[in-house]
């Protein structure tokens, strides 16, 4: 289900190689994920000697789920089905207002019920993922604290799930990690089991794999590298310390050095990226300021964690073009050199990786065990007749498992 889900359409015999079980294995739990609606077959083309083997693609419309983004300045939500299809996606800017929790999750709660109106005649969500500019608590999802949205304790999944009146599963979990997330799993990370996401926007935050898992740490808030300490006598963070890495190399770092303090938003970055093409050398020497900033937080992560790739992401991916000589030369001078090879590119999903990670968080819950997934009602599923045939499928093949 899993390699469908991520991977696509694959016949039942690239299914059996892949998971080294024998055909009729593969075509029993097919049909297992058939009768829950969870995958489709189609014939197999024809040509190769033998039987064509059958494709089998991810339903849509079997598992879908809310994916929820809530970043500093603007709010994405989307319906997405399994196998990764956006069914459904809106997203609005976000005032830097210092709005409360519960004003933006009525927000937030306002563009699902639109989202979900537009689509009456299809199956439930059936689980809700939300990733949140700020540190969150693993065991229960809790946003400690999000420091650029002024908001401290937040139980964000109980307080949507209560607005929204729906009683399905909520996961919530840091921006950054879930853009790790998705990278790694549909991204610049792929097939990558020791890679780092540096995420960056007025904050900034790492997700780690290492070892082909992802590294949470003992609460789940590890990655927190934009509040590592390497300007000591540096500015203020909003975290309440000095001279974090964030304030050197964020959003408003960058604006700062290029003479416009005080904007902000993806169009005041590409505003500095503009300048930088018709040859401003105040946008030209900023640009560089974080190119060389970038590389002393880098050189700090390359060292602690030996990554063989590193994406960055956010705003980080746009300027990496303009910044990238002045990064790779400061990386060579700080870090020792068979570290320094770590490949460095741009994230491949672009402001959607959060987005996208929210919803493989949500989808997690059901691929852990798609048996869990009900064999009733499924839209699928014409007459009652098919279903019983289905249950009964399914009953041979607890017993043949
Ligand atoms: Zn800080």
Excluded at 380 to 400: I, N, P, Q, Y
């Amino acid at each position: 289900m899993r390699r469908v889900h991520l991977a696509g359409p694959a016949s039942r015999s690239d299914l059996a190689n892949y998971t080294g079980l024998n055909r009729s294995t593969v075509g029993d739990l097919v049909a297992e994920l058939t009768a829950r609606g969870l995958v489709q077959e189609r014939a197999g083309p024809r040509g190769a000697p033998g039987r064509p083997s059958p494709i089998v693609t991810a339903n849509p419309n079997g598992i879908t789920v809310l994916a929820i983004a809530i970043f500093d300045d603007s709010l994405a939500v989307a319906i997405i089905g399994l196998g990764g299809r956006v069914l459904a996606r809106e997203s609005v800017e976000r005032a830097r207002d210092g709005s409360s929790a519960e004003a933006t999750i009525a927000r937030v709660a306002g563009i699902c019920r639109t989202l979900l109106d537009g689509r009456p005649e299809q199956s439930p969500v059936q689980a809700i993922g939300i990733a949140v500019a700020g540190v969150v608590q693993r065991s229960d999802g809790e946003l400690v604290v999000g420091p650029n949205l002024g908001w401290r304790h937040v139980a964000l999944g109980e307080l949507l799930r209560t607005t929204l009146g729906l009683d399905v599963p909520v996961f919530t979990a840091n921006d950054a990690d879930m853009a790790t997330l998705a990278e790694h799993l549909r991204g610049a990370g792929m097939g990558c089991d020791d890679f780092v996401c540096l995420w960056g926007e007025v904050g900034v935050g790492a997700g780690i794999i290492a070892g082909g898992r992802p590294l949470s740490g003992r609460s789940g808030f590890a990655g927190e590298v934009g509040h590592l300490p390497l300007s000591p006598a540096g500015r203020l963070c909003h975290c309440g310390a000095r001279g974090c890495w964030e304030t050197e190399v964020g959003e408003h770092a960058l604006l700062r050095r290029a003479g416009r303090a005080g904007s902000g938003g993806p169009g005041a970055i590409d505003l500095v990226l503009a300048r930088a093409d018709a040859g401003d050398p105040v946008a030209i020497s900023a640009i560089e300021a974080s190119g060389l900033w970038l590389a002393v937080g880098l050189a700090t992560v390359i060292h602690t964690l030996n990554p063989e790739r590193i994406a960055l992401a956010g705003f980080f991916a746009s300027i990496l073009p303009y910044a990238r000589d002045a990064l790779t030369k400061a990386l060579s001078e700080l870090a020792i050199e068979p570290l320094a090879a770590a490949a460095i590119v741009p994230a491949r999903l672009g402001a959607d990786g959060p987005l996208i990670g929210a919803a493989e968080l949500a989808f997690e819950h059901w691929l852990d065990d798609p048996a869990s997934v009900p064999l009733i009602d499924r839209p699928e599923w014409s007459s009652t007749a098919d279903r019983r045939v289905a249950a009964k499928e399914v009953g041979a093949t607890r017993l043949a498992i």
